[in-house]
């Protein structure tokens, strides 16, 4: 039995209403949607005895909220007309009087739960004000639509409030399907149409279809592909997409006498014009049509300073789909001028397209036009006396990419696979994304750029390109962001297929962090996903022919709801090039550089080694190779004054590493060391294990490659106090060829919990970016003790986060960890032992290269005399001695005199070009590096400058170290480490290399407290 309810106004703006107590709760138990709900109201008259014809029904939707008055007013008793203890139905005033509907009036309630969904909804305006609010706020009624109608039926007015103010009111056409009852549910994939209705009548009213693709007049849209024509004695429409004319080389035109634009279109497109068959069609070649075409406008872009244009034009009928955009732009209407051409036809050119002898200046490539015969059927013929080839841009050299050619073919893969899957369907939902992610500098938009570039190219896709650097949007207001997000989607729809690059869209669209307003980003990212996520219910549903590209440092640096929300299918990383990728990029580049820098050349008898100058650029990514051989081009233009011929040597390169830190390592500490091999004495077996794991790892890298063990990365240095064992690290950081972080350990300690182990994350991350790189970790025992002995727990948790990254799942690529003091999960230790009569016989002699000793000195009588002394001892007591020497020396020299030559340095006068506003004084330092550096260029001009400099300057007398200092020296200078404590070590050391035994040490007071111990 039917409810009865007496209206209630309240505002809720829209075409729904909020229903009774007792409806709504047996409807929330049963889980019913609003979105499947179809409520029946009829008004039941004053005067029962009245016509059932001239009663009042209306069909709405349900808001899913029950009537907030319902329940009050149920409270009341009955009264003697019955109707006091009604229920409330809640309808807003003026939707309530479009229906007929007044305040107090009773209605019968009636529930339709399996109401068929409508495919399409045509709809017109009431006035002709509803048509112009409509036409501005099109894109608001479109995405608000599904939130304010549910129900259609023929003939009853709906109504929709722009932004929540202004009044719109439609009133309902056609449905299709034809109901079977009277109603019809809006779904998202209803297409719902609303016909013009100007202030001015127009000749023809009736709707006329806009659709993406190619056009007739009749109102039925033709793909594509071409499908047959209708015969139809009216002159026939077509919307085609301008070619470019270089994407068909083949393609000749004959050479016209006149100022005839010639065009040419696919056979199946002129048949169509001619509404003719296609076998019936005996198309010459020179056989031109009379024509016309005008060029349909392009959505606007919304940061364009240029107004749109003001020309009149038709209404045409606006193709709504809630929660989806339209296929073409409000925008998109036929300007009224028109250009008359001459239409031939090639069966080169793709339906749908039209390739120009001569691209017309308000015409650009991509743009569509709408194509038409004239009526007077005039036929152009031209022979071919000559033929006119449209002009073809070579494709430039630069766009090769060397390196990277798997990357390349993954992309172009993915791309082309789903714009076929597109064309298998009528639409398409979401978008279809593919993620570059890489470091800055690897060369991420050179990619995305050749993979659109050969999928324009390819005669399977032929697809427009857009490009957009999202970092520029990054400080724009919202507003702006999101008027952009339409107006990708609007220009890739209209010039489909099309591929979007949205560059750097993690600078737009960045990650939350702790501790900062992610606001904006989260409203950026929703917006984002309102358009381009397949589970947005706003999206749209015709992302058919359009492939967004996205570049990205990382997925962790673009928002979390991106990825979860799986807008991008693929995920392709761009990895450093290794070495035969770096070779081939090198020798690319300076190819590419000799091409244009015609003046240098490189040396035939020894051309460049590019395989030894990969060796030593490892890490570096491609920028940072490109830049490497602008400084080295730099180099050679250096030795244009001095008159040699400029060409391109190995030592060009090797002068333009120095100083120059690759993008990778520019946030790094990196570790500079000068001790060699040949600075350290003795510990001969040592350094001979340091070369196998660090050097030749990376000097014979295919070697090791193929070898099925894991190698070590790990060395512990452990031994006695002054034994050398940092500066075995220092050399290594020289020697190997690697990069070099060291870290003392109470620097990555910190109070705060879990601050520890993110350093320890960090820091390996580092070296990581660096490889291949060492780690050294100084005074190691600070930051892992074994585990157990510390009370607060802070370096049990350093040490178990260093446990995950030496020993973890991942592994270490690259990176060599060097600790020195303390076993741990290191995989060699290394005793950096008391030295013995040979090896301070070596660390004497290697200490004695830095200093002059005279060749008198005796260092088998020092070496004998030594014994105990470590390293660093030896390395003192020369010092000393030298130091002694020094003194006696200038105690000796008589006064020296002021040199006369002062006046020959004369500072060099320059003038520096650069912005007059800018009044940056340069610094002592700065002048004085500067003036070197000019002195140098003019030297170089002046070969014999440099003779009368070398000649003035004074050579002084050297010191020279004589057995008496070193004797003398030796007196005053003991051992730093005593008999006993060399013992003590020597126990410790010996039970570490030793077999341990399982018997257990018994504890010193078994009746007393116990200590705190873990096992071994």
């Given at each position: 039995m039917p409810k009865k309810a007496r209206i209630h106004f309240i505002s809720l703006r829209s075409s729904l209403v909020n229903l009774p107590i007792s409806i709504y709760g047996p409807l929330v138990e049963r889980s019913i949607r609003p979105q499947q709900l179809a409520v029946h109201l009829t008004l039941i008259p004053e005067d029962s005895k009245k016509p059932k014809d001239a009663r009042v029904e209306a069909y709405v939707g349900w808001t899913g909220m029950a009537s907030a008055s319902s329940l009050a007013q149920f409270n009341g008793g009955p009264t003697q007309s019955g109707e006091r203890g009604l229920e409330i139905i809640e309808i807003d005033p003026q939707y309530a009087q479009s229906l007929g509907l007044s305040l107090n009036d009773v209605v019968e309630i009636g529930l339709l739960y399996d109401v068929p969904p409508a495919k399409s909804v045509g709809t017109e305006p009431v006035t002709s004000d509803d048509w112009e609010i409509i036409e501005i706020h099109a894109a608001h009624v479109e995405s608000t639509l599904l939130s304010q109608v549910r129900v259609a039926k023929v003939g009853q007015e709906i109504d929709v409030w722009v932004l929540g103010r202004t009044r719109v009111r439609l009133r309902v056409t056609s449905l299709d399907p034809a109901p079977k009852g009277s109603v019809l549910l809006l779904t998202t994939n209803t297409e719902v149409s609303i016909a013009p209705k100007p202030h001015k009548s127009k000749d023809s009213a009736a709707p006329k279809p806009l659709v993406n693709g190619t056009h007739t007049t009749n109102g039925k849209p033709i793909t594509d592909d071409d499908k047959k024509p209708t015969a139809s004695p009216a002159p026939t429409t077509v919307v085609l997409r301008a070619l470019p004319s270089r994407l068909v080389p083949t393609l000749q035109f004959p050479e016209q006498i006149g100022s005839e634009l010639l065009v040419s279109v696919s056979t199946k497109t002129l048949a169509q014009l001619l509404n003719t068959d296609i076998h019936s069609l005996s198309q010459k070649p020179g056989h031109f049509y009379q024509g016309s075409f005008t060029r349909l406008s392009p959505p606007q872009d919304p940061s364009s300073s240029s107004p749109p244009s003001s020309a009149p034009s038709e209404p045409s009928t606006r193709i709504l789909n809630p929660g989806s955009k339209p296929d073409t732009d409000s925008s998109s209407k036929a300007q009224p001028e028109s250009n008359e051409i001459y239409i031939g036809s090639s069966a080169q050119i793709p339906g749908g397209h039209i390739v120009f002898s001569a691209l017309p200046e308000a015409l650009q490539e991509w743009d569509r036009v709408s194509l038409n015969l004239k009526d007077n059927g005039r036929k152009l013929v031209l022979e071919e006396t000559g033929l006119l080839e449209p002009a073809i841009a070579s494709a430039s050299p630069s766009n090769f990419l060397a390196g990277v050619d798997q990357i390349l073919e993954q992309g172009v893969n993915y791309c082309v696979?789903?714009?076929?899957?597109?064309?298998?369907?009528?639409?398409?939902?979401g978008v279809s994304g593919l993620l570059?992610?890489?470091?800055?500098?690897?060369?991420?938009?050179?990619?995305?750029?050749?993979?659109?570039k050969s999928l324009q190219d390819d005669p399977r896709t032929l697809t427009y390109l857009h490009y957009v650097d999202a970092s520029k949007l990054s400080e724009q207001p919202v507003s702006s962001v999101k008027a952009q997000f339409d107006f990708w989607f609007d220009t890739c729809a209209w010039r489909r297929p099309s591929i979007l690059i949205l560059d750097n869209l993690d600078k737009l669209l960045t990650a939350e962090v702790e501790h900062a307003d992610s606001f904006r980003s989260r409203h950026l990212t929703g917006l984002f996903l309102r358009l381009f996520s397949s589970n947005a219910r706003t999206a749209s549903l015709n992302f058919r022919g359009i492939v967004v590209i996205a570049t990205a440092e990382s997925t962790a640096s673009i928002h979390s709801s991106i990825t979860a929300a799986h807008v991008f299918k693929e995920v392709i990383h761009v990895t450093p090039p290794n070495k035969e990728a770096r070779r081939d990029i090198l020798s690319r580049l300076v190819h590419d550089r000799l091409q244009i820098a015609t003046d240098i050349?490189?040396?035939?008898?020894?051309?460049?080694?590019?395989?030894?100058?990969?060796?030593?650029?490892?890490?570096?990514?491609?920028?940072?190779?490109?830049?490497?051989?602008?400084?080295?081009?730099?180099?050679?233009?250096?030795?244009?004054?001095?008159?040699?011929?400029?060409?391109?040597?190995?030592?060009?390169?090797?002068?333009?590493?120095?100083?120059?830190?690759?993008?990778?390592?520019?946030?790094?500490?990196?570790?500079?060391?000068?001790?060699?091999?040949?600075?350290?004495?003795?510990?001969?077996?040592?350094?001979?294990?340091?070369?196998?794991?660090?050097?030749?790892?990376?000097?014979?890298?295919?070697?090791?490659?193929?070898s099925p063990l894991r190698l070590r990365s790990g060395l512990l240095l452990y031994g006695f106090p002054g034994c050398g064992k940092t500066l075995l690290a220092s050399a290594v950081a020289k020697e190997c060829g690697l990069n070099f972080i060291s870290v003392k350990g109470p620097e990555i300690l910190n109070k705060y919990i879990g601050a520890s182990e993110k350093s320890v994350r960090d820091l390996f991350e580092r070296a990581s970016a660096a490889k291949p790189c060492v780690l050294f970790f100084d005074e190691f025992d600070s930051i892992a003790p074994k585990r157990g002995h510390d009370s607060t727990g802070v370096t049990d948790r350093v040490v178990n986060q260093m446990l995950t990254q030496m020993d973890g799942a991942e592994g270490l690529d690259?990176?060599?960890?060097?600790?020195?003091?303390?076993?741990?999960?290191?995989?060699?230790?290394?005793?950096?032992?008391?030295?013995?009569?040979?090896?301070?016989?070596?660390?004497?002699?290697?200490?004695?290269?830095?200093?002059?000793?005279?060749?008198?000195?005796?260092?088998?009588?020092?070496?004998?005399?030594?014994?105990?002394?470590?390293?660093?001892?030896l390395q003192a007591l020369l010092y000393n001695a030298h130091l002694d020497a020094i003194h006696a020396s200038i105690a000796d020299l008589p006064s020296l005199s002021t040199s006369s030559g002062q006046d020959d340095d004369t500072p060099v006068e320059y003038t520096i070009l650069s912005d007059p506003s800018a009044k940056s004084k340069l610094s002592k330092a700065e002048e004085m590096a500067l003036q070197r550096r000019l002195r140098q260029i003019l030297s170089r001009r002046d070969p014999a400058q440099i003779k009368t400099v070398a000649t003035k300057t004074a050579q002084p007398k050297k010191t020279e170290v004589e057995?008496?200092?070193?004797?003398?020296?030796?007196?005053?200078?003991?051992?730093?480490?005593?008999?006993?404590?060399?013992?003590?070590?020597?126990?410790?050391?010996?039970?570490?290399?030793?077999?341990?035994?399982?018997?257990?040490?018994?504890?010193?007071?078994?009746?007393?407290?116990?200590?705190?111990?873990?096992?071994?």
């Open positions: 696979r789903e714009l076929f899957i597109h064309s298998t369907c009528r639409s398409v939902h570059v992610t890489g470091r800055s500098g690897s060369g991420k938009t050179s990619i995305v750029r050749t993979i659109a050349t490189q040396d035939p008898d020894s051309p460049l080694n590019f395989t030894e100058i990969s060796t030593q650029t490892e890490g570096y990514s491609a920028t940072d190779l490109k830049d490497l051989v602008a400084r080295a081009i730099h180099q050679v233009a250096m030795r244009s004054y001095s008159g040699l011929p400029l060409t391109l040597t190995q030592t060009d390169f090797t002068s333009a590493q120095k100083d120059f830190v690759p993008l990778s390592l520019r946030d790094v500490k990196l570790e500079k060391s000068d001790v060699a091999w040949s600075d350290i004495g003795g510990l001969h077996e040592t350094r001979r294990i340091l070369r196998e794991t660090l050097e030749w790892p990376t000097k014979y890298g295919p070697i090791f490659k193929q690259g990176v060599y960890v060097l600790a020195a003091t303390r076993q741990g999960r290191l995989d060699k230790s290394l005793l950096c032992n008391m030295p013995d009569f040979e090896e301070r016989k070596d660390i004497l002699k290697a200490v004695a290269r830095k200093i002059t000793v005279s060749e008198s000195v005796d260092f088998d009588e020092i070496a004998s005399k030594t014994d105990g002394f470590s390293g660093a001892d057995q008496a200092d070193i004797l003398r020296a030796l007196k005053s200078t003991r051992p730093s480490v005593s008999q006993e404590e060399r013992q003590r070590l020597g126990r410790i050391y010996e039970d570490f290399v030793s077999d341990r035994s399982g018997n257990l040490p018994v504890p010193p007071e078994a009746g007393g407290i116990g200590s705190r111990a873990t096992l071994g």
